[in-house]
């Protein structure tokens, strides 16, 4: 390939992000042998409160766990056939859902070792398979692992007062009653709020990350996004996952500053729509060779990310707690500021209550990031992330977008047609975007 | 005609029964999603809720904006909608369910013409005791939108006259419900699935009347057939009515069933109390769960699963057919559960997944191998 139009070089925190995956996942496997508790939630789970047990106590995060397992697909297939077989479930249900149910059945850990069984399970509600994936997990493992389950389907996020506050509190509160009864440990506030303020770190840095983005040439690109936000849905409340995206900020400014691209011949930026196929992740490489860079989604922003509207109406990082000059005074306090953070900063969740919602925030994302195309990923592996994507593909054509659309699954190699879809990217940059191999 | 005949009627020419309401009382008309919406709350603003259901017809508008993934039944209620079938109602909502349905809800909002659109949040955890006190809130507030909307307060009076039509209504069914009890039903599967529909459709202080008739006489009612297998139905929404009359046609009765389009959507009343709304608050909260809504707070254990098995246990069902809207994950993420959980307290299980159009001939095929297999078993007690 001739020079490139913009200098591109490796992310220097990068192996520091995959050592501190690789560590949670064996942490959660060696709990045990050190004494230490471990339990088992959503990505999206209020991870402040078991992490503030007393003692030591090791998350296992269950979208995550799938999306590794979807990433190696000969384990998928092997993992969901054994749920499908073994247990009789739909082969239509989330993905990573079927990858976790299998990897029980199994007794089989993906990280290596027999399946490591939880101590508790703290679960968080607000797509239809939340409550009822740890549910099955339980009765499939036995039904004998203390179960708690809150819901955070409180309402759009420009609908959240005290009520819809209120109502994820008291659950918070209830869930530490469960906690301390199951585990006979004490919830410790001084951990609480250390963790509160961990989490606020992690949500908000990681949408000052994405923020960056916004700079042409973009300095980082999708597929690399994905490692990095993961650990926000490992354990944002963390010390050393909050400090990690602290980090990260400062490194994205530096390469903003010096005009460091992720791809280096940037010259078509594209946003995204739900997770990718995970195993195919090569599909948004082969597109960097039309120089075109995917600067991210609604999905890959608002996972772990917490946004707000400003008063012209974009879309901008929710403000740490040391920038709202917020000193948390006590456990109520830090409840309250963690539901607050989460209802109304992730954006994300504003799907699940209409289209609209989902259509006017990528329409903001579309224009702040400078996108000149969308590339849809129907997701047939997630509903939740998946909702609504057909009425975003109208949207965006209709705010004079080019949209393309491609049909597959997150974590389900046996629904994802690689010749076709790559084929049908190459029709979209040749005939739509009028784009040509850099390579050729 | 007969109360059932009626019934059948306002199910089939729904679109016509609303027109002609809307002339007769000069209301409103609000479509409404699924069975959490309070619709007391609508009948004590004079308002007629009509569940919105599918045309069984193929989709053809609906591929634009739902792409196949998603449950048939939320495909085919959105294609009704965008082929203007819905075009009466003044009004339309949901409260907050599937998200198969708020799939249609969504594009609803956007694609068909409705004056009035409202999105109720009804909890997911229905059994934390946080969930009346919030749910409270959201009806209060309902409860607003819709006094805005009108342009007339709801009087105490007047949500006591809604909560007593809806609580007369839930127990007149269960009173003929009770005649599903009987050796020879003297009210088969289709008919009582047919009433629940109309239940679902017509103002319910009609239907009320049409009850009231019906259980009056189905003592007498005498019907000359062999009941053969008793079953029970279990699963999604089913509207399906040629599959209801096949699996009638070659040697079963449906005794009793547990979907939203039948007892799940009236087995439970509203417990008068001075507090109104708390009251009508507590019943959505404490009704047999739809499965995206059953799991406890602090217990994985579904409350639909002993209420299923005692309501085999009282109609002496002999096998049940588990029916699932293709995609429907609620249903999907129970049925290996329940298959296991009936089966084990020794009532056989069959599987069928609708769409929305039901092959009948294959599921005829299919139903009657079920039946054999009963029958077979009977044979070698």
Excluded at chain 1, 163 to 171: D, E, L, M
Excluded at chain 1, 401 to 411: D, I, K, Q, R, S
Excluded at chain 2, 41 to 48: G, K, P, T, V
């Amino acid at each position: 390939m001739a020079e490139t139009k913009y200098h591109t070089k490796a992310l220097e925190c990068w192996d520091k992000a995959k050592e501190l995956r690789l560590k949670y996942y064996q942490d959660y496997a060696e709990a045990h042998d050190r004494g230490a508790l471990r339990w088992e939630g959503g990505a999206w789970s209020f991870d402040a409160l078991p992490q503030a047990l007393e003692g030591e106590v090791y998350p296992l995060t269950e979208e995550p766990y799938g999306a590794s397992i979807g990433a190696n697909p000969e384990a998928q297939v092997r993992y969901q056939e054994a749920a499908e077989g073994k247990w009789g479930c739909a082969r239509d249900l989330c993905a990573y859902l079927r990858s976790y149910w299998g990897s029980i059945i199994l007794d089989e850990y993906f990280f290596g070792g027999k399946w490591p069984k939880a101590d508790f399970i703290f679960q968080n509600h607000i797509c239809c398979s939340h409550g009822k994936w740890l549910q099955v997990a339980n009765e499939i493992g036995g039904g004998d692992v203390p179960y708690f389950c809150f819901d955070v389907g409180a309402g759009p996020y420009d609908k959240i007062g005290e009520r819809q506050i209120n109502y994820v509190v008291g659950q918070l509160y209830d869930g530490i009653e469960f906690l301390e009864k199951t585990t006979n440990r004490k919830v410790v506030d001084e951990k609480l709020i250390q963790n509160v303020y961990n989490t606020y770190r992690s949500a908000c840095y990681w949408s000052k990350v994405c923020e960056l983005n916004q700079a042409v040439p973009a300095p980082l690109d999708e597929k690399s996004m994905y490692s990095l936000y993961v650990l926000g849905t490992l354990q944002k409340s963390s010390e050393e996952m909050a400090d990690f995206y602290v980090e990260l900020y400062e490194e994205i400014k530096d390469r903003v500053a010096n005009q460091i691209a992720a791809v280096g011949n940037e010259r078509c930026r594209v946003l995204g729509d739900s997770q990718p196929p995970w195993g195919f992740l090569r599909v948004l490489r082969y597109m960097e060779e039309y120089g075109v860079v995917s600067i991210g989604s609604l999905y890959t922003f608002s996972l772990i990310g917490w946004w707000q509207m400003d008063d012209t109406g974009n879309m901008v990082p929710y403000p740490t707690l040391e920038e709202q000059g917020i000193t948390i005074k006590d456990r109520d306090h830090a409840l309250r500021l963690l539901a607050e953070g989460e209802l109304r900063g992730k954006l994300m969740w504003a799907p699940f209550y209409g289209a609209k919602f989902k259509n006017e925030i990528v329409k903001k994302i579309a224009r702040q990031w400078k996108c000149d195309a969308a590339m849809i990923h129907l997701n047939r592996g997630c509903e939740g992330t998946a909702m609504h994507q057909m009425e975003l593909k109208i949207a965006l054509s209709e705010a004079g977008l080019p949209v393309m659309t491609y049909e597959g699954n997150m974590a389900d190699e046996r629904e994802f047609d690689e010749a076709r879809d790559m084929r049908l990217i190459d029709l979209f940059l040749t005939e739509t975007m009028d784009l040509k191999k850099l390579t050729d | 005609m007969e109360p059932v005949e009626k019934f059948t009627d306002a199910w089939r020419h729904r679109r016509d029964y609303a027109i002609d309401w809307k002339e007769r009382t000069g209301g409103k008309v609000v479509g409404y999603f699924c069975t959490y919406v309070p619709e007391e709350i609508l009948y004590a603003a004079d308002i007629l809720p009509v569940r919105i259901l599918g045309g069984h017809q193929p989709p053809n508008l609906v591929a634009p904006h739902v792409f196949d993934m998603w449950c048939p039944f939320c495909r085919d209620c959105l294609n009704e909608g965008l082929a203007g079938k819905y075009d009466y109602l003044d009004g339309i909502m949901i409260a907050q369910s599937c998200l198969h349905m708020r799939q249609a809800f969504g594009a609803w909002e956007i694609h068909v013409p409705t004056p009035w659109k409202y999105y109720l949040c009804m909890p997911n955890a229905v059994r934390s005791p946080r969930a009346k006190p919030f749910l409270a809130g959201e009806l209060a507030e309902f409860k607003e939108a819709v006094e805005e909307w009108t342009g007339k307060p709801i009087t105490d009076e007047a949500l006591d006259k809604g909560i007593e039509t809806m609580n007369t209504n839930r127990r007149l069914m269960k009173q003929v419900y009770e005649f599903r009890k009987e050796d020879n039903p003297s009210i088969i599967g289709t008919e009582a699935m047919m009433m629940v529909w109309a239940s679902q459709l017509m103002d319910k202080r009609e239907h009320n009347e049409l009850l009231k008739q019906l259980v009056e006489e189905l003592p007498n009612r005498k019907l000359e057939r062999d009941p053969g297998i008793r079953l029970m139905i279990v699963g999604s929404e089913n509207d399906d009515r040629p599959f209801m009359e096949m699996v009638e046609s070659i040697g079963g009765t449906f005794v009793i069933e547990d979907h939203c389009t039948g007892s799940r959507y009236f087995w439970d009343e509203v417990v008068p109390d001075k507090d109104r709304i708390s009251a009508i608050a507590h019943r959505y909260c404490d009704r047999i769960p739809c499965p995206s809504k059953d799991w406890g707070a602090t217990d994985w254990q579904r409350k639909r699963f002993p209420h299923i098995l005692n309501l085999a246990r009282e109609y002496q069902v002999e096998g049940a057919i588990l029916t699932q809207q293709k995609f429907c994950d609620p249903h999907e993420l129970d049925i290996p559960s329940l298959r296991r959980f009936l089966e084990g307290n020794g009532i056989p299980c069959y599987f069928l997944e609708f769409e929305v159009t039901v092959p009948v001939g294959q599921f005829r095929i299919r139903v009657e191998a079920f039946l054999e297999q009963i029958r077979a078993e009977e044979l070698f007690v």
